[in-house]
């Protein structure tokens, strides 16, 4: 098999990190008025524009390993993570200031959103920077793994051929942000590590300020 039929067979289909990113536009445009900044309709807009243009730059399967590409996608999970974060520094700032109107429902729904936003910029990082992405690993690249995943680890539980997929990176950054450390699968380059620490934090963070201020707001 020659080695653009390898690829077109194990490249990963797009549709899940598309959808991963439409459930973030929702959440963002879904948020309480309250929580929102000024011009806050800026960052769906730009992430529904790049998810757009990636889309129509690299259909169907994830396998174009062009420098434009790899671009367009680094600059969406990019507008998404400064949503989140500054969607948390807002949050933080209202609980702080005791601004008004902060019910239970208004801080669970906001803290939530938050949160999930976080496991799914999270997940995309780690899917886009593993090995020099997505389409690098299709495509056999040589680029040393920044994940140890236990397939890598038991390659006899495997399918041959295995790689990491998108839903693999999700389920670790869901991993992470819930039990605030790595499960199953290891980082095993510095920039994983420090990445994984800071998806940590955000996560703890998010959880104390809305929990002990909701607790207050019953």
């Known amino acids: 098999m020659s080695e653009p039929e390898a690829v077109a067979t194990r490249a990963e289909r797009r549709w899940p990190m598309a959808l ?17 900044v000024t011009g806050g309709w800026i960052v769906p807009v730009l992430e529904l524009l790049l998810l757009g243009v990636l889309v129509a730059v690299d259909p169907g399967r994830v396998d174009d390993v062009s420098a434009r590409a790899r671009r367009i996608t ?29 019910s239970a429902d208004n801080l669970f729904g906001r803290g939530g959103a938050i949160w999930l936003t976080n496991v799914i ?37 495997a399918d041959a ?9 999700l389920y670790l950054s869901f991993t992470n942000a819930t039990a605030f450390s790595p499960t199953d699968t290891l980082p095993v380059k510095t920039w994983a590590k420090l990445a994984m ?18 607790i207050n707001a019953f």
């Not at 969406?76 to 902060?102: E, N």
């Not at 990082?125 to 236990?150: M, Q, V, Y």
């Not at 620490?197 to 809305?210: R, Y």
């Open 121 to 157: 910029a999270f997940s995309l990082w780690f899917w886009e920077l593993d090995r020099g992405g997505p389409a690098e690993r299709a495509a056999g690249s040589d680029i040393p793994l920044s994940f140890a995943f236990p397939e890598n680890a038991m390659p006899e539980f």
């Open 197 to 214: 620490m800071l998806e940590s934090v955000v996560s703890l963070l998010t959880a104390i300020i809305v929990i002990a201020r909701a």
């Open 20 to 36: 991963a990113v439409l459930v973030t536009i929702g959440l963002q445009v879904g948020t309480p008025k309250a929580g929102r």
């Open 161 to 169: 051929g295995w790689i990491p997929r998108y839903p693999d990176y």
């Open 74 to 102: 680094l600059a969406l999970i990019t507008v998404m993570t400064v949503g989140m974060v500054t969607g948390l520094s807002v949050l933080i700032y209202d609980i702080l200031a005791g601004r008004p109107g902060l």
